[in-house]
């Protein structure tokens, strides 16, 4: 009998990647095959296994004694109504005693049986005591001395005198020299001034420089009338003139230091040998004045 004929079907070509097909023969070629196919069985059958064989059991039911009370849940909360108020301060403060703030409660160290110095202590081998102190005042038209005597006695009986004599200056005289004068010091410095005014058609008129020497503090300059600066003394720390900047100065051009003021400076620092100028008065007169020298002087005796 022969087949009716029809349209051919051609199954498609599958293939398979190389190194599947690489595997499969050398699994063949061992013989692992077979035990390739087993272990992807017991994969898959695995879980199905376990998921049918694990079983509930009921949880046991405690059965309570016919006498015990009720068990109450852990979700079951009793709320109790909270009253705080305010503490006794008797029983917060039953364990402190009362103080009194305005008693002295730390004491000075006792020493009235102590001695500093006492004879044979400490090395010293004897002490003196001031057993008396007179005091005499005179007063005079143009001072007034004091005059102090001190009496002192030794452990062995040698008594000293010490006489002090003060001035109304409150400078002690020479103890030894029997009441002798104190001379009296200062710091006088030499000042060149230069002065120099605009006329009204814009000219300029220089004045002829003027020195003066020994000015001492303090000390208008140029003059009472035209108290531009004002000499001040020196410096206790750097020993340089002071100069005390009047207001009516306008403007300051040089180099010094400024001691005080924030937006015009009142008291400057000069350097003997480096001039200021400072514009004065509503003419706008300008004043150059160079300090030149600063040395001590003598000013009289006290």
């Known amino acids: ?78 709320v109790v109504r909270a009253t705080p108020g305010l503490r006794d301060y008797r029983k917060r403060l039953r364990d402190r005693s009362p103080t009194d703030p305005f008693r002295q409660h730390y004491t000075a160290p006792d020493l009235s049986g102590s001695q500093l110095g006492s004879p044979g202590d400490n090395g010293f081998e004897s002490s003196s005591t001031v057993t008396s102190t007179s005091t005499s005042t005179s007063t005079s038209s143009d001072s007034t001395t004091t005059k102090t005597t001190k009496t002192t006695k030794g452990a062995d009986g040698a008594t000293t005198k010490t006489e002090t004599t003060t001035h109304g200056n409150g400078l002690p005289s020479d103890p030894e020299g029997g009441g002798g004068a104190v001379t009296l010091y200062s710091f006088a410095i030499n000042v060149q001034i230069t002065r120099t005014a605009t006329n009204p058609d814009g000219t300029k008129d220089q004045g002829e420089p003027e020195v003066r020497k020994g000015v001492l503090p303090p000390s208008a300059l140029p003059s009472e009338k035209a108290q531009v600066v004002t000499y001040m003394g020196i410096s206790p720390k750097t020993r340089m003139p002071l100069l005390l900047v009047s207001d009516a100065v306008t403007a300051v051009f040089g180099e010094a230091k400024c001691l005080s003021g924030t937006e015009t400076c009142q008291l400057l620092e000069v350097e003997p040998g480096f001039p200021m100028t400072f514009v004065y008065g509503p003419g706008g007169a300008r004043y150059k004045i160079n300090v030149l020298k600063v040395e001590p002087v003598t000013t009289g005796h006290s």
């Open 1 to 78: 009998m022969k087949r009716p004929k029809g349209p051919e079907l051609k199954l498609p070509d599958l293939k398979f990647p190389p190194f599947l097909v690489d595997l499969y023969w050398d699994l063949r070629d061992r013989r692992l095959l077979p035990l390739v196919v087993l272990a992807i069985v017991a994969i898959i059958a695995v879980p199905f296994l376990l998921a049918g064989g694990s079983e509930q059991q009921p949880a046991p039911v405690a059965v309570a004694p016919p006498n015990a009370a009720p068990v109450r849940s852990a979700s079951e909360l009793t």
